[in-house]
């Protein structure tokens, strides 16, 4: 009965996993050197952490490539001109 209860189902995604490739805005300048950074994702505030270490200023658009933990790994969105 206890197997049954904790047995993991490996094949459904975490729910958390859903987020990447989504959009987020930055809230709280991002900078990992200093560990700061912070992005609103359908309407949850998640820490974050730029892919490429290059800081990204609160009001950026970012695209979220990965997670770590409870980290949103993200990567700022090129502007089009």
Do not use: C
Not at 23 to 31: G, N, R, T
Not at 33 to 42: A, R
Not at 59 to 72: A, C, M, P, S, W
């Amino acid at each position: 009965l206890i197997n049954k209860l904790f047995k993991q189902n490996n094949s459904t995604p975490m729910n958390s996993n859903s987020n990447i490739g989504k959009e987020a805005l930055v809230i709280k300048e991002i900078d990992n050197i200093n560990s700061t950074g912070q992005v609103k994702l359908n309407g949850e505030l998640w820490s974050a952490v730029s892919s490429n270490n290059v800081t990204i200023n609160e009001g950026e658009t970012v695209k979220v490539t990965g997670i770590d933990g409870v980290k949103l790994i993200v990567e700022k969105i090129a502007k089009e001109n």
